[in-house]
């Protein structure tokens, strides 16, 4: 319990009267940390703390990488930053040491300044000392941590563009080195690798490698390809938006989680540039800051997620998931929460993929887009979304839309949108026949289906966006699938009459008891991220449901 003489050990709070001393004491929570614990985390909400035994270090991370920026040593505060700004904790602040710490919520600060100005004006030094300077918050600003790779390799090189799309996926930051660029040789730290080892990468530390594989990628960054354990209680398929708030919820409430991600944590959400529509975001927020967040979430509460990793196969009698590379794990219970693939245009256009002909999109993609003339197939909000990030960098963005009009298949604030961008265009009544073109993309063959007529438009780069497909035939057969691969749950599952217990299947349940289906891959009308969390999340409330009925079976008498 904090005292009025503990509040008077704090340099910045000594001076007020016994009577503001007490008030603080009441509203002050006592805080214990073992070395390592965080008193709050980097984006916590405004509060003032001070320290009153043992030594605090402040600590900002980049992309996973801790830094400590600074420290604290008994009797001084922290937290003046946020709470004069009224802003979130720029960085997190930890125990270096066993500590003792005071925490004054945002509310009972401000009840005692507002009697007591001079602390106000004490805190506001403070917060504006900390700020500026080169060892300041500016510093740190003015300073970012080194990108975490270097990537040589050209723009048409399938393999150089799945590299940077998977550093891109993972939010790894990196330098792409075009080989014909003037200062190349300068970018990539030394003469470049010969030709045939392109694309090759080096990491921060140096260690370089010629045409790595994405495994070799991930390894070299230090990120998990092998799982820890050999069983777990829950193993979840897929890093996307479902996949991940199953990972939050079941790690959080004492289950062993694995997640196992064949490419990178985010999914297609990861992929969007603006999702404007999950609840807590007013102004938006982008797939890769949700599945940053997400991911660190999920890796904070203890959670292990495996990337470029994927599942070859299940046996739904022993558990078993048996991972590309020949590892077995076991699971008690499986999530499926695979989500969905984009769906393939057809017309030869794959012998151009990645040579100026890409699926979905990447952020970073949009950037080399830079002054070119580049088409959408596609009408829905991920086109649209598209459109509009392209149109910032592109010298012009053409939809090529089947039908008529774009209101059946795009929420209108993405039509207001595409209003307001000179640069955009809209063909409508339009299907693209071919793309042309020997090594890379030159130009697209589009068909109007009014009259049949063809025409030929040059085009620097082609996004597909025409829908995405369950790509589920590798699940076991006793999954119950529906005629398009999504996976049937609850009601549907039993009505495919291969449910196999008397009693009913829980809302998410497969047709095989403990294995579960949420997200963009379960038979089912909503293809959204918010609804693809709330099922994640659910996932796990009947986890623990079917493990109750394990392990009642499992009771002795
Ligand atoms: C460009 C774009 C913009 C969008 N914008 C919005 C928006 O604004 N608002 C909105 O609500 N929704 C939006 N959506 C839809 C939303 O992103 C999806 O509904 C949501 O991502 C579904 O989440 P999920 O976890 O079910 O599946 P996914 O996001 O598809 O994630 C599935 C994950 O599983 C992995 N995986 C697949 N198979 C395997 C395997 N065998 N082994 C291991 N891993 C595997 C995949 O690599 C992927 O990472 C958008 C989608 C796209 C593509």
Same mark, same amino acid.
């Given at each position: 319990?904090?005292?009025?003489?503990?509040?008077?050990?704090?340099? #910045?709070?000594?001076? +007020?009267?016994?009577?503001?001393r /007490?008030q603080?004491?009441? &509203?002050a929570?006592?805080?214990?940390l073992?070395?390592?614990?965080?008193? #709050?985390?980097?984006?916590?909400e405004?509060?003032?703390?001070?320290?009153?035994a043992?030594?605090?270090?402040?600590?900002?991370t980049?992309?996973g $990488?801790?830094?400590?920026?600074?420290?604290r040593q008994?009797?001084?505060i922290?937290g003046?930053?946020?709470?004069?700004?009224?802003?979130?904790?720029?960085?997190?602040?930890?125990?270096?040491?066993?500590?003792?710490v005071l925490?004054?919520d945002?509310?009972?600060?401000?009840a005692?300044?507002?009697?007591?100005?001079?602390?106000?004006?004490?805190?506001?030094?403070?917060a504006?000392?900390?700020?500026s300077?080169?060892?300041g918050?500016?510093g740190?600003?003015a300073?970012?941590?080194?990108?975490?790779?270097?990537?040589v390799?050209?723009?048409f090189d399938?393999d150089?563009?799945?590299?940077?799309h998977f550093?891109?996926n993972n939010q790894?930051?990196f330098?792409w080195?075009?080989p014909? /660029?003037?200062?190349?040789?300068?970018r990539?730290?030394?003469?470049?690798?010969a030709?045939a080892?392109?694309?090759?990468?080096?990491?921060?530390?140096?260690?370089?490698?010629?045409?790595?594989?994405?495994?070799g990628?991930a390894?070299?960054?230090?990120?998990?390809?092998?799982?820890q354990?050999?069983?777990?209680?829950?193993?979840?398929?897929?890093?996307?938006?479902?996949?991940l708030?199953?990972?939050?919820?079941?790690?959080?409430?004492g289950l062993?989680?694995? #997640?196992? /991600?064949?490419?990178?944590?985010?999914?297609?959400?990861?992929?969007?540039?603006?999702?404007?529509?999950?609840?807590?975001?007013?102004?938006?927020?982008?797939?890769d800051?949700l599945?940053?967040?997400?991911?660190?979430?999920?890796?904070?509460?203890?959670?292990?997620?495996?990337?470029?990793?994927?599942?070859?196969?299940?046996?739904?009698d022993t558990?078993?998931?048996?991972?590309?590379?020949?590892?077995?794990?076991?699971a008690?219970?499986?999530?499926v929460?695979?989500?969905?693939?984009?769906?393939?245009l057809g017309?030869?256009?794959?012998?151009?993929?990645?040579?100026? $002909?890409?699926?979905?999109?990447?952020?970073?993609e &949009?950037a080399?887009?830079h002054?070119?003339?580049?088409h959408?197939?596609?009408?829905?909000?991920?086109?649209?979304?598209?459109?509009m990030?392209?149109?910032?960098?592109?010298?012009?963005?053409?939809?090529?839309?089947?039908?008529?009009?774009?209101?059946?298949?795009?929420?209108?604030?993405?039509?207001?949108?595409?209003?307001?961008?000179?640069?955009?265009?809209?063909?409508?009544?339009?299907?693209i026949?071919?793309?042309?073109?020997?090594?890379?993309?030159e130009?697209?063959?589009?068909r109007d289906?009014r009259t049949?007529?063809?025409?030929?438009r040059?085009?620097?780069?082609?996004?597909?966006?025409?829908?995405?497909?369950a790509?589920t035939?590798? +699940?076991?057969p006793?999954?119950?699938?529906?005629?398009?691969?999504?996976?049937?749950?609850?009601?549907d599952?039993?009505?495919?009459?291969?449910w196999p217990?008397?009693?009913?299947?829980y809302?998410?349940?497969t047709?095989?008891?403990?294995i579960?289906?949420?997200?963009?891959?379960?038979l089912?009308? $909503?293809?959204?991220?918010?609804?693809?969390?709330?099922?994640?999340?659910?996932?796990?409330?009947?986890?623990?449901q079917?493990?109750? /009925?394990?392990?009642?079976?499992?009771?002795?008498?």
């Amino acid at each position: 319990m904090v005292t009025a003489d503990d509040i008077a050990r704090i340099e #910045v709070l000594a001076e +007020l009267d016994t009577e503001l001393r /007490e008030q603080l004491a009441r &509203a002050a929570a006592d805080l214990t940390l073992l070395p390592g614990e965080y008193a #709050v985390l980097e984006g916590g909400e405004q509060a003032l703390f001070g320290l009153l035994a043992g030594r605090i270090e402040a600590v900002k991370t980049t992309e996973g $990488v801790e830094t400590v920026v600074g420290e604290r040593q008994p009797g001084a505060i922290f937290g003046e930053v946020p709470i004069t700004l009224g802003a979130v904790f720029p960085v997190g602040f930890r125990a270096a040491e066993e500590s003792r710490v005071l925490r004054i919520d945002a509310r009972s600060y401000h009840a005692v300044a507002s009697v007591h100005p001079a602390l106000v004006e004490q805190v506001g030094t403070l917060a504006a000392h900390r700020m500026s300077g080169p060892r300041g918050l500016q510093g740190i600003a003015a300073n970012p941590p080194p990108p975490r790779a270097v990537v040589v390799g050209e723009r048409f090189d399938p393999d150089c563009a799945e590299i940077r799309h998977f550093l891109d996926n993972n939010q790894i930051t990196f330098v792409w080195v075009r080989p014909d /660029e003037p200062d190349a040789t300068e970018r990539w730290g030394g003469p470049l690798p010969a030709r045939a080892d392109w694309p090759a990468l080096r990491a921060v530390d140096g260690e370089a490698v010629a045409r790595p594989t994405l495994r070799g990628v991930a390894e070299l960054l230090e990120l998990a390809t092998e799982p820890q354990h050999d069983e777990y209680d829950v193993l979840i398929i897929g890093a996307g938006p479902s996949g991940l708030a199953a990972a939050v919820y079941g790690a959080s409430e004492g289950l062993s989680v694995v #997640v196992v /991600e064949r490419h990178a944590p985010g999914g297609q959400a990861g992929t969007s540039s603006r999702i404007e529509n999950y609840l807590g975001f007013p102004s938006g927020v982008s797939g890769d800051e949700l599945a940053r967040r997400a991911l660190e979430q999920a890796r904070r509460l203890g959670a292990e997620i495996l990337v470029t990793r994927s599942i070859d196969r299940i046996d739904p009698d022993t558990r078993e998931v048996h991972l590309d590379g020949k590892d077995v794990l076991r699971a008690r219970t499986i999530i499926v929460a695979c989500g969905v693939t984009w769906r393939r245009l057809g017309i030869k256009a794959d012998r151009l993929a990645g040579k100026g $002909v890409i699926y979905g999109i990447v952020r970073s993609e &949009a950037a080399t887009t830079h002054g070119l003339d580049v088409h959408i197939v596609g009408a829905g909000n991920s086109a649209g979304q598209a459109a509009m990030f392209l149109s910032s960098h592109a010298r012009s963005v053409t939809i090529i839309c089947r039908g008529e009009r774009l209101q059946k298949s795009m929420s209108q604030y993405l039509i207001d949108q595409l209003r307001t961008r000179e640069n955009i265009d809209v063909f409508f009544h339009r299907e693209i026949v071919a793309v042309l073109g020997e090594d890379s993309l030159e130009a697209i063959e589009v068909r109007d289906n009014r009259t049949d007529e063809t025409s030929t438009r040059p085009s620097d780069a082609l996004f597909i966006m025409i829908g995405a497909d369950a790509e589920t035939a590798w +699940l076991p057969p006793e999954i119950a699938l529906d005629d398009h691969g999504y996976v049937r749950t609850g009601a549907d599952a039993q009505a495919s009459g291969m449910w196999p217990l008397a009693r009913d299947p829980y809302l998410l349940e497969t047709s095989v008891p403990g294995i579960f289906a949420c997200g963009d891959v379960r038979l089912g009308p $909503v293809k959204r991220v918010a609804a693809a969390v709330g099922e994640g999340s659910m996932a796990i409330a009947f986890v623990h449901q079917y493990l109750r /009925e394990l392990d009642a079976v499992a009771a002795p008498g």
